[in-house]
């Protein structure tokens, strides 16, 4: 909700005692540089450095003390301090993760879960870990879950999940979920005697940010990257554990035995006719024209071999090309504009980029905020593509999730720099731009 020209206050507590507070008389005494950052897919973190002076320099505890931040009455951030370096003169750089990181404090029981959607398969490791955790504090709820696996018929899938190695419940749900299944994970934070935060899991950000992003304005820095090391041409796709082999290996699913001739129709019908079954593999005939046979074996737990074909070839779409990535920078300007709302993690912003008339829908993946200097706070978003072109459908396995929208032509650092009245915007391509300082909000010197 935008302010109405009222201040925004960020205050800090540790273990129920004032740790800062902007807009008071000495409400960051013997306390400095004090930085938070918000993630999605991550576990947050904090950070600051305490003098000997202050009252609460040795009650702090690793692993025990707790941390909450509020951005006015809005509880922005709650984790506890898990370490610290303490220079020569005694001052204590600490620091702090977010709740998320309780989930790596309990093991995951060797369990076998079958026929459940992405949004069950959440809500059981959470459940199975609210029930495994002795501080009810340090519970989950899980709220708005969008993410799905869609079948070859376009209707909602099922996954299959199973472990005997006992990894921690955080690493379980970043490897077989969030990986595979791609989407936004963040967090809301309650701090409630029987639930630390909510818990959404996003296939796209469902809200917008009414804060834009322009390079006359709050935009710092934006770059372009293609990736090529990641084409792949050709994938052996394998499928669910059937077996095992007397030297221990595991037997799987895989397309060997299925009519070449009969599989590449039924590819070409559901999916592309530039994919060719062969073998143990499907492959592109444009890739490996242009790039040779770039082969990789791809294990799919929770496909047999009626749907392994169809999931492992929608899956090579997006590997026949080098990948495409926007990563921008930008300037909180919500404390010094009242008529705009801060930047929130796991939403959409419009994003102007220099040359283009049209903006471009991205997620905003991180937010760090100087809590001694919150109107110098930096969001950065970003877009991912890959596949045949830009705009191609693409079975993303981790990361960041292509929005939707075109990518943007340019792939250009700019570089703002303030000379008196005027901005001057130069791009590294030598093109140049001049615009008056009336119409920025924010400069910065010198940055790329």
Not at 343 to 365: A, D, R, S
Request: with cysteine; hydrophobic share 35%; net charge negative.
């Amino acid at each position: 909700m935008a302010r109405k020209g009222i201040v925004i206050m960020y205050k800090t507590e540790i273990d129920g005692s004032l740790l800062f507070q902007t807009g008071l008389a000495n409400g960051i005494q013997y306390c400095e540089d004090p930085m938070l950052n918000l993630s999605v897919n991550a576990v947050d973190s904090f950070e600051f450095t305490v003098y000997p002076q202050n009252r609460i320099y040795e009650k702090i505890g690793c692993m025990k003390s707790l941390v909450k931040i509020w951005q006015d009455e809005k509880l922005l951030y709650y984790g506890r301090i898990t370490g610290y370096s303490e220079s020569m003169y005694g001052a204590r750089l600490f620091y702090s993760e977010g709740a998320l990181s309780w989930l790596n404090d309990e093991p995951v029981p060797v369990y076998s879960i079958s026929s459940m959607t992405p949004e069950q398969a959440l809500r059981k490791y959470i459940e199975m870990y609210n029930t495994a955790v002795k501080d009810k504090s340090h519970c989950f709820r899980v709220g708005t879950v969008t993410v799905e696996k869609v079948t070859e018929s376009g209707n909602v899938g099922t996954i299959h999940r199973s472990s005997t190695q006992r990894p921690s419940y955080w690493s379980e749900i970043n490897e077989k979920l969030i990986k595979p299944l791609g989407g936004f994970l963040r967090i809301t934070y309650t701090a409630e005697p029987d639930c630390a935060g909510i818990i959404d899991w996003l296939a796209e950000p469902n809200e917008m940010c009414d804060q834009e992003i322009r390079y006359t304005k709050n935009l710092m820095n934006c770059e372009k990257e293609v990736d090529g090391t990641e084409i792949i041409t050709a994938v052996v796709p394998l499928g669910r554990k059937t077996g095992a082999q007397n030297d221990g290996n595991d037997v799987r699913d895989n397309i060997t035995k299925q009519d070449d001739n009969a599989a590449t129709s039924i590819i070409a019908s559901f999916v592309s006719a530039d994919l060719v079954k062969s073998g143990d593999m499907i492959y592109s005939k444009s890739g490996v024209e242009q790039y040779g046979f770039i082969r990789k074996t791809v294990v799919w737990d929770d496909e047999d071999h009626a749907s392994l074909l169809h999931t492992a070839a929608q899956w090579l779409l997006g590997y026949q090309s080098a990948s495409h990535s926007i990563d921008v920078e930008a300037i909180d300007i919500a404390d010094v504009q009242a008529d705009i709302s801060h930047f929130k993690i796991g939403t959409n912003v419009k994003v102007y980029l220099p040359g283009e008339t049209v903006p471009t829908i991205m997620p905003i993946t991180t937010i760090e905020i100087p809590l001694s200097d919150p109107s110098s706070s930096r969001i950065q978003v970003g877009i991912r593509a890959s596949g045949i072109t830009e705009g191609a459908s693409s079975g993303t396995s981790g990361g960041i999730a292509n929005s939707g929208n075109s990518m943007p032509s340019s792939g250009i650092k700019y570089e703002l720099k303030k000379f008196g009245s005027t901005i001057s915007l130069k791009g590294s391509d030598g093109s140049e731009s001049t615009v008056a300082d009336s119409d920025t909000v924010y400069t910065h010197p010198t940055h790329t």
